[in-house]
């Protein structure tokens, strides 16, 4: 029940560019789908949490989801230093188990 | 402040050796689990638990332990039968439902000497 393919870059930006990051799946069964970002030597932390189609906005970042297309995309508007981390898109796995989870895109953010 | 706390945050092993790794929750969480974290790996699925008493073999199972007596706590077992233990092992925990997201502490890195 693999199925989360994230590019694993790195990927280079300078600071105020506009980060697109992206997810496909293949089992379109599943209605949420969930980012994490994770710093260097700590635990994922939720970054956002979103539900089937569309976008969600929190600040500087933008959750959207396609279903169509099996596509999730994370937007990262004004991208700053402190963005540099590795993102890792994950979705709920079969009733009982746990979230399944792509390899995860690092960003580096430069000044 | 509710969290999940992992420790040690470093621990090291010898050859023959079995390391136990803490792993505890005050989030009243029911789920929780362990994952093994090696570069361009992504996360891995060790062991999960949806309940006291009771839990699954994840995607490497092989050469580690777990128990479950608290919901509070899920300690990990690293056994001399994992030969190649080195990584960064996160635990984590969730509401009872798939579609909820998990919440992870702040890892163990273990070290072979």
């Known amino acids: 029940q693999k199925e989360v393919e994230q590019d694993p870059g790195p990927l280079s930006v300078p600071e105020g560019a506009i980060v697109s990051l992206n997810c496909t799946y293949s089992?379109?069964?599943?209605?949420?789908f969930m980012w994490y970002r994770q710093y260097s030597r700590k635990g994922p932390e939720l970054l956002m949490y979103?539900?089937?189609?569309g976008n969600k906005e929190d600040g500087r970042f933008t959750a959207q989801v396609d279903k169509s297309s099996k596509y999730i995309s994370l937007f990262i508007r004004d991208s700053q230093p402190s963005d540099s981390a590795t993102y890792l898109c994950?979705?709920?796995?079969?009733?009982?188990?746990?979230?399944?989870f792509g390899k995860g895109t690092t960003l580096s953010v430069s000044s | 402040d509710g969290g999940i706390t992992q420790s040690p945050k470093y621990l090291f092993r010898k050859e023959g050796q079995n390391v136990t790794l803490s792993c505890e929750q005050n989030?009243?969480?029911?789920?929780m689990y362990w994952y093994r974290q090696d570069p361009g790996q992504g996360l891995r699925l060790i062991y999960y638990?949806?309940?006291?008493?009771?839990?699954q073999k994840g995607d490497i199972a092989e050469g580690y332990s777990v128990s479950r007596e608290k919901k509070e706590s899920f300690p990990l077992t690293v056994t001399s039968a994992q030969k190649n233990p080195t990584a960064f092992y996160l635990c984590?925990?969730?509401?009872?439902?798939?579609?909820?997201?998990?919440?992870f502490g702040d890892g163990t890195r273990l070290s072979i000497l």
């Open positions: 984590a925990s969730s509401i009872r439902d798939n579609n909820q997201p998990q919440h």
């Open positions: 089992n379109s069964a599943f209605q949420y």
């Open positions: 979103t539900y089937s189609s």
């Open positions: 994950a979705r709920p796995g079969k009733a009982g188990t746990a979230l399944i």
């Open positions: 989030l009243n969480h029911d789920a």
């Open positions: 638990s949806q309940i006291v008493n009771d839990f």
